[in-house]
């Protein structure tokens, strides 16, 4: 089935030590994204690549960096976690994103963060 | 600027029906969508309006209205796996086309 993974699905860190993680997709699509989401709130965008074309948004800290380096690949790499960066990290993909229409996105079952 | 408002929690025994309610505040307001998620899974895409109406699959209708800034999700012969958060989300456009989440509203089922 395509699919798109995310590894590991939990990921425990100590404050300031750099963390990567890691999604994977099967679906062939041009758009992947990065999502934080916190206990009941909305997932919040950090960045997406079209292609290899990488696009951040306004309100994303530096701390937080993404690499895409084929089709199927992206990571997201933190590279002084916080006690505030604990969260889920939501990996999504769709197949356009240039698009008025639902620009369904399929989305990865998560790594939940831990900062220690 | 942008908001979405939705209720935060919404209880409804099985059997019954139970509407969701989403109203928007965006700049280039294209479609509404609806994701469901339930506790430590992913969300999923359950249905999109780009029009004003109802759009209907299975147990599942939403509805838009565009004059009032307003949709819903309704959710028919409630099931306990219908327990989940129901996220709507606007596809925008400000200079590019964007998917905005709202806060989520949280699904209690009850037998």
């Known amino acids: 089935d395509a699919m798109v993974i995310q590894n590991p699905r939990y990921q425990v860190t100590q404050f300031g030590k750099p963390v990567t993680l890691s999604c994977s997709q099967t679906?062939?699509?041009?758009?992947m994204y990065w999502y934080q989401q916190k206990s009941s709130q909305a997932p919040k965008l950090l960045f997406h690549?079209?292609?290899?074309?990488?696009?951040n948004e306004a309100d994303t800290p530096d701390n937080f960096q993404s690499r895409r380096p084929n089709t199927s690949f992206c990571f997201l790499d933190i590279r002084s976690p916080g006690l505030g960066d604990a969260a889920m990290y939501l990996c999504?993909?769709?197949?356009?994103?240039?698009?008025?229409?639902?620009?369904?996105?399929?989305f990865g079952p998560g790594t939940r963060l831990t900062v220690l | 600027g942008q908001s979405l408002e939705q209720p935060s929690e919404v209880t409804a025994v099985e059997g019954a029906i139970v509407q969701i309610n989403c109203t928007y505040q965006?700049?280039?307001?294209?479609?509404l969508s609806w994701y469901q998620q339930h506790d430590g899974g992913a969300p999923t895409f359950l249905s999109y309006?780009?029009?004003?109406g109802l759009e209907e699959t299975g147990r599942f209708s939403s509805f838009l209205s565009r004059s009032d800034s307003y949709g819903y999700l309704l959710l028919q012969e409630l099931q306990m796996k219908d327990s989940a958060s129901y996220f709507c989300?606007?596809?925008?456009?400000?200079?590019?086309?964007?998917?905005?989440f709202g806060a989520g509203t949280r699904l209690f089922v009850k037998a």
């Open positions: 309006n780009g029009l004003d």
């Open positions: 999504a993909t769709s197949r356009t994103r240039a698009s008025g229409g639902p620009n369904e996105q399929f």
């Open positions: 989300a606007v596809r925008d456009f400000n200079g590019g086309f964007k998917t905005i």
């Open positions: 679906l062939n699509h041009n758009v």
């Open positions: 690549y079209y292609d290899k074309d990488f696009n």
């Open positions: 965006t700049s280039g307001f294209y479609g």
